[in-house]
């Protein structure tokens, strides 16, 4: 399924597209997204590849609310696993709109990601509850992100996009264009821990000859961080890479195909340095193997953005339901192939010669069927004449290791294992 | 004469409830797969789920498997023993395909909403709430109504047992019960005794809660009713198996039940004290006063003796046999008895681990010590050993013994079968020893990923061995699991699909009379009316003030008043 | 009834193990003085927390010479504080901690330790604790609370006396 159109937005579709959403019908706010514009760029930020979770209530539409001065998103609407989504996700408005952000359920902000350049709106980062409200006016065109801090993970996240077209940024160039694809790497779901210090953002320095990556900033917990985690150089460019802590390397996890990074495996100390120039396009990750799993992860994009934007990291389809579509399908195909297969079995198990040996495949069915012998015993035992010191015995052991067992859980595991609840 | 000669319809609906119950012990078991994979972190980036989703795949590994699969097969082996004990055909047996209807419509409903987790773009509710579903934790409607189905299609069915011995005690009269028949209505008393305490969370709370009729529930509350019903629950799983092991496990070592009389008794103990523990697994809850988790505790160590009893019966009847076949020694007859026979294997090894699971048990019935494991990876070390073994290889023993009596058709791909219960018992080993350390080293359970990423160092100090070599226990024992389970499903499809009638079957289901037969025990101990009155008490002496105290904070909320919340609807 | 003398005595030792055991754990009440999370936290409401005299706006409180307290709120899927900002309390000292969720049920669980309890919205977990040494807990909550349960946990941070002096901790009664 495709819920989000990003890998190959040109702009010259997306100006058909911004056409197209002059037609679209306003909508009620919170009312499903039907009949409006669709496929808007917000490189990625619906996804689960962006900060937070995949947001489940975004199903690749923008709904439009163009021609209205006042427009109403709800904060905490049932999605994404309970009352954790904007409602509408994604809404299309004119400059000069006043956007009323109503809370419906408890404990939400509004914390701003991403806005184009001149604009000034703070969100608002209180928690607060059901029955609060909040408004802005969007004066700036472009397209503003935002989320929801305490249910970023669920994939409690926004957009508002002011003005006929969302995109903000500089101009291209000539150099081939690539899009800050990370797919999961910034996260816990690929290997290591979840690089707190990667917050979507892709530093921009393309049209530099040198760039510098701090080797082991202070992030994630102590210094095992690189600064910038995410960074864009133009084709040609080195990049120091420069150790300003103890004990860390750089790794390649990825690279173009046709590219030959080796990184620097070995392990370095504060005053250290390396270079690399890096001459084929395409994204670059790497990590520091001592400090994968704090986090220490970071990536190097080659090449122009698309559509000039240095900004967010885009990835593919919404990894959640994507996977989840593939095991509901594989499991009814699973269902459909067994279904299919059961004659087959059936005829196969029908003729199976009976392993009992009285009579092969085409033997005759008896109208009655024979159970087993009844066992005999060698040697008749009652009640009187039988003590079972066998069964004594062995519940005997039983009993000393219970002892043994529960004297070492309770007094040196548990008692030894304090601090301990006292009052 | 067989089974399904003997009574035909009876054994088609046996055979019902347990083709329905290993349909959901093969997806549920899938699930366990992925699980331990994905939570040990192997192949986990070639599994088709995210972290999100294994809550999706631990819900219906716990309710297809701990509600699902466990229900229609007690239910079904259920209908075999009274029939078989009472030696008469059942006496309304629209009552039990009623039953079995109304479970079987409740399952699909919560699998539908469980499955959906994998498929958010159809159209149906979710439920990633877990098998204990936790308020304010909210599934789909159609979730709580399934579980709420389930539940009164057990009580249906129950109620079929109850009706046919009230037909042979009119024919009858003063007849020792049967002690088959015995442990089946001993069994349902207390389940009617205790899954009243969930019908009245789902019905009376959840499902006008999820269908927004009230605005909120009261946590503390539905949490200590669904425990009200939690822990007992556990002793509908194990009972079947204590009945399995009473009366036939003795008979396939060419034995005798050593003592009826102790049997009764320990069934009479567990209706008397199966219920009144729910709070054991609320000792760290906050809102409950620490007497009442101290009569929960008492309670449930005097839960400890009719299971010691049983080691002892058990083991001895076996043994009996074992001398039988004219075995010597302290402990040279446990060679003689018969380890190839795959009904035996599966029943005396599902025993064995059982012993080892009791252990556990002792640990988590413990008020303070429970601070040391309570939450850890431990709890389904336990329970893995308990449900997942003491009661699943059971059933798969008694299936191995008892589907050729109701299909009439031979045991297919013995060899397979033999060794089954051995796999079995070699991946519970790797994965639940693993899981008990990992547990006293604090590694949490229901988690997608056990190991947070702090400060470079792992928090996590176990006492013998490390973290990663606990990981690859689980992964390499749930995966032999995993295997365990399909070889036994091949054998019991196989079964199913061969002819019947075909040359002479290799199980025999004649059952001998115990050593010491019921004529040495008191009359009293076949009244379970008096019994089940004293286990009302009980109850209430455990439960009356605390469950008072949570209902008159805010029935619905606490820190309201009483009728607060509703008032304010 | 016929009782064979091997099951007399098999059930005597039964009895002798229920009550070792219990004995134990009456030991560890009254000998070790581990207690158990009671009501004594009282209730709150769930959905303001701090409304209640029973919790007051999370943070760490100093209620007498020695005595610390200690409120979190949890809620998916942070510890607050701990998560954001390390829970820092001296050593040698009684910090009683007050735990209690604006949302679904948590756990609050120091790894390693005897530090355990549940997090139930509506009620209060009170419990005590004395750290003997300086070091960092990791807290992680141990009961399922929704899709990211697992990014769930927190820090706290056990400091010495000296260096916990040079903090600013406000001052309460609490009776």
Known sequence: ?423 | MTFVDKFPEEAKLVRWHFGVGFVALALGGLFGLVQSLYRTGYFRDALPIDAAQYYTVLTGHGVLLALVFTTFLICGFFVWAITRSLDRPLAHQRVAWAGFFAMLVGTTLAAITILNGFAPELPFGSADVLYTFYAPLQAHPAFYVGAALLVVGSWVVGAEYFLTYREWRADNPGERIPLQTFMVLATFVMWYLSSFGVAVEVVVFLIPWSLGWISQVDPLLTRTLFWYFGHPVVYFWLLPAYLAWYTILPKLAGGKLFSDPLARVVFVLFVLLSTPVGFHHQYTDPGIAEGFKFIAMTNTFMLLLPSLLTAFTVVASLEHGARQRGATGYFGWLRALPWGKPSFSAMALAGLVFAAGGFSGMINAGMNINYLIHNTIWVPGHFHLTVGTAFALTMMGVSYWLVPQITGKQLQHKTIAAAQPFVWVIGMTLMSNAMHRGGLAGLPRRTAKPLFRGEGAAPFDPVVGSIAEMQLQIAVGGTLLFVALAMFLVVMTGTWLSRSGVGQLSVNGTIPAPLSGPADSPRILDNLKVWAGIAVVLVIIAYGLPLYSMVADGILSPGAGLLAPLLGL | ?175
């Open chain 1, 1 to 423: 399924m495709t819920r989000l159109d990003n890998n190959n937005t040109t702009l010259s579709r997306r100006g058909v597209l911004r056409a197209a959403a002059g037609s679209a019908t306003a909508l009620a706010a919170g009312a499903a997204a039907t009949g409006t514009a669709a496929a808007q760029d917000y490189g990625g930020w619906f996804t689960g590849d962006a900060k937070g979770g995949a947001v489940g209530n975004y199903d690749g539409t923008t709904v439009d609310q163009t021609g209205q001065d006042e427009v109403t998103v709800e904060v905490g609407v049932n999605a994404n696993g309970g009352s954790f989504g904007f409602g509408p996700a994604a809404v299309r408005v004119d400059p000069g709109t006043t956007v009323n952000f109503e809370w419906v359920s408890n404990t939400h902000n509004v914390v701003v990601e991403d806005q184009p350049e001149g604009a000034d709106w703070s969100g608002d980062e209180e928690i607060n509850n059901e029955g609060y409200s909040y408004s802005h006016t969007f004066e700036t065109e472009g397209i503003y992100k935002y989320y929801c801090d305490p249910h970023l993970s669920m994939g409690m996240k926004g957009a508002v996009v002011v003005g006929g077209s969302g995109d903000g940024g500089g101009g291209g160039s000539d150099a081939p264009t690539v899009e800050a694809d990370y797919g999961d790497w910034f996260t816990s779901d690929a290997d290591g821990g979840a690089a707190g210090n990667f917050d979507g953002s892709t530093a921009d320095r393309t049209g530099q000859d040198e760039v510098t990556v701090e080797v082991g900033t202070n992030a994630n917990g102590g210094s095992f961080g690189f600064g910038p985690p995410a960074v864009r150089v133009s084709p040609g460019t080195t990049v120091n890479f420069e150790w300003v802590s103890n004990t860390h390397n750089v790794v390649v996890q990825n690279q173009p195909s046709d590219a030959d990074w080796s990184g620097d495996e070995e392990i370095n100390n504060e005053g250290y340095s390396y270079s690399h120039t890096f001459d084929t396009p395409g994204v670059y990750t790497y990590y520091c193997n001592p400090h994968l799993t704090a986090g220490m992860k970071g990536a190097i994009v080659v090449g122009a953005a698309p559509g000039g934007s240095g900004g967010d990291g885009g990835g593919g389809t919404g990894q959640r339901a994507f996977a989840g579509s593939t095991l509901w399908k594989s499991v009814f195909a699973g269902g459909v192939a067994l279904a299919m297969l059961a004659p087959i079995l059936a005829s196969y198990y029908r003729n199976r010669t009976p392993a009992g040996g009285s009579g092969g495949a085409g033997s005759e069915t008896t109208d009655e069927i024979t159970e087993a012998d009844e066992f005999e015993p060698e040697t008749e035992i009652g009640h009187d004449e039988y003590d079972p010191v066998g069964t004594l015995a062995l519940v005997a052991i039983y009993f000393l290791i219970l002892v043994g067992m529960w004297a070492f859980t309770y007094f040196v595991e548990f008692l030894g294992n304090g601090p301990t609840i006292v009052g």
């Open chain 3, 1 to 175: 009834m016929r009782i064979h003398r091997f099951e007399k005595l098999w059930l005597a030792a039964a009895f002798v193990l229920i009550a070792a055991f219990i004995a134990t754990i009456v030991y560890g009440s009254l000998g070790a003085g581990v207690a158990m999370v009671g009501d004594e936290g009282g209730t709150v409401d769930p959905d303001d927390p701090t409304a209640s005299d029973n919790f007051r706006e999370p943070g760490v409180y100093q209620t007498g010479d020695g005595e610390y307290a200690v409120y979190v709120e949890a809620r998916q899927f942070a510890f607050a504080p701990g998560t954001n900002e390390p829970i820092r309390v001296p050593a040698d000292a009684e910090v009683t901690f007050y735990v209690t969720s604006s949302d679904v049920t948590h756990g609050f669980e120091l790894v390693g330790t005897n530090v355990n309890t549940m997090v139930i919205p509506g009620q209060v977990a009170e419990l005590t604790v004395e750290f003997d040494e300086a070091r960092t807990h990791h807290i992680v909550c141990h009961e399922y609370c929704g899709a990211a349960h697992h990014a769930m946990e927190g820090t706290v941070e056990v400091v010495s006396q000296d260096q916990f002096q040079s903090q600013d901790v406000p001052e309460v009664n609490e009776e």
